[in-house]
């Protein structure tokens, strides 16, 4: 059947429109909720979030909704009381990822910032040692700013937000082969956390850190993240 050329061209409109429509919907920044979508353009991946949370967003600390980042703060002053504010501490190097509620509970409404954390892309100085410290240099990726709030600790979200962040970053930077951090070896929670989502020792440090490191060729070569 021969179309006439309106029709043709409102066909072709028709489909530029849904096109970009359903863009639109896939980048949607605005919905809380949206499951996340970039990281550096890429779609994340699929890690399932435990039942009643969503991991929201992997952006430029920037890019956040302003009520996202508002609450994203309030749970960092949480997390990190009395340390450096997170918008002078955050750069323009990191990615800010964010765990959400995904239904109202007698707790808190959908949508609540329950944790976020960070992973700066490169050439983050994970150990600077001075002249007379005998300890390698440790510079590269890294993840920092681990943060569940108070209200939702000890309810095992630390690993797979963690596991989430890393498969994500991994899938966006094939070329990067390790990720770092440094945690207080006092901090067990955090230890644990990170043991769970297969971040190895490196090294012991006099001011009781203790540096890390994680394979990122090992997820994204699809291999299982080791448990505890
Ligand atoms: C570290 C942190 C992210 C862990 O998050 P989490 O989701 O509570 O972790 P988990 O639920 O897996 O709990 C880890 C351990 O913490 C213990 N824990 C700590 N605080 C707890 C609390 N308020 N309620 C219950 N358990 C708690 C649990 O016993 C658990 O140990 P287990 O694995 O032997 O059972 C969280 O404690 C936090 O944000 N701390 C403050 C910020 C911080 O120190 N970040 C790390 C910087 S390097």
Request: hydrophobic residues 45%; aromatic residues 8%; charged residues 20%.
């Amino acid at each position: 059947m021969k179309r006439s050329p309106i029709t043709r061209i409102v066909t072709a409109l028709a489909i530029v429109l849904a096109i970009g429509a359903g863009t639109l919907w896939f980048l949607n920044p605005s919905d809380p909720l949206a499951p996340l979508k970039t990281l550096a353009g890429q779609a994340a991946t699929t890690t399932p979030a435990p039942d009643g949370y969503a991991f929201s967003y992997a952006v430029k600390f920037t890019a956040l909704p302003i009520e996202i980042r508002d609450s994203v703060v309030a749970v960092d002053i949480d997390c990190f009381p009395g340390s450096v504010p997170l918008e002078r501490n955050i750069g323009p190097g990191g990615w800010t990822f964010v765990l959400q509620t995904s239904r109202d509970s007698p707790d808190a409404p959908k949508g609540a910032v329950a944790g976020y954390l960070n992973i700066f892309e490169d050439n983050y100085p994970v150990v600077e040692p001075k002249p007379e410290e005998k300890v390698p240099s440790v510079r590269g990726p890294a993840l920092t700013n681990v943060c569940i709030a108070t209200k939702w600790r000890g309810r095992k979200l630390a690993t797979p937000f963690i596991n989430f962040a890393l498969n994500t970053f991994a899938k966006a930077n094939p070329g990067k082969e390790w990720i770092y951090l440094d945690v207080l070896a006092s901090n067990n929670p955090a230890m644990a956390a990170y043991k769970a989502a297969g971040f190895e020792e490196m090294m012991r440090l006099n001011d009781g850190r203790v540096v890390m490191r994680r394979n990122l060729k090992m997820l994204t070569q699809g291999l299982p993240i080791e448990r505890k």
